[in-house]
Nanobody
Framework: QVQLVESGGGLVQAGGSLRLSCAAS????????MGWFRQAPGKEREFVAA????????YYADSVKGRFTISTDSTKNTVYLQMDSLKPEDTAVYYC????????????????WGQGTQVTVSS
């Protein structure tokens, strides 16, 4: 059974940084790829970042490019999202997910999801 556990969310002031972690069990993400999505109140879930299988490529939403960095630690089967220069519009629940097949940018490509971690950026 695949389990994903996110951590690292919290409250931060605009301009600050947070690092989210997602520990996976039951599947080796290097074989499939991993992604981060977020959902703000009243909005649809949106793509944030992804890393391809075996870490050969990374993908970012335009809104976070240059501020967020996705990385992996294969020895821990963990994926990270380093978030710098945070803005109030980054406030959302952040979810990690394991990609099964399809576009890295689409939630439809992901089959297992974590429970989410809240990120709140104050102005």
């Amino acid at each position: 059974q695949v389990q994903l556990v996110e951590s690292g969310g919290g409250l931060v002031q605009a301009g600050g940084s947070l690092r989210l972690s997602c520990a996976a069990s039951g599947r080796t993400f290097s074989s499939y790829g991993m992604g981060w999505f977020r959902q703000a109140p009243g909005k649809e879930r949106e793509f944030v970042a992804a890393v391809s299988r075996v870490g050969r490529g990374t993908y970012y939403a335009d809104s976070v490019k240059g501020r967020f960095t996705i990385s992996t630690d294969s020895t821990k089967n963990t994926v990270y999202l380093q978030m710098d220069s945070l803005k109030p519009e980054d406030t959302a629940v952040y979810y990690c997910a394991t990609r099964y097949s399809g576009s890295y940018f689409s939630a439809m490509a992901y089959d297992y999801w974590g429970q989410g971690t809240q990120v709140t950026v104050s102005s």
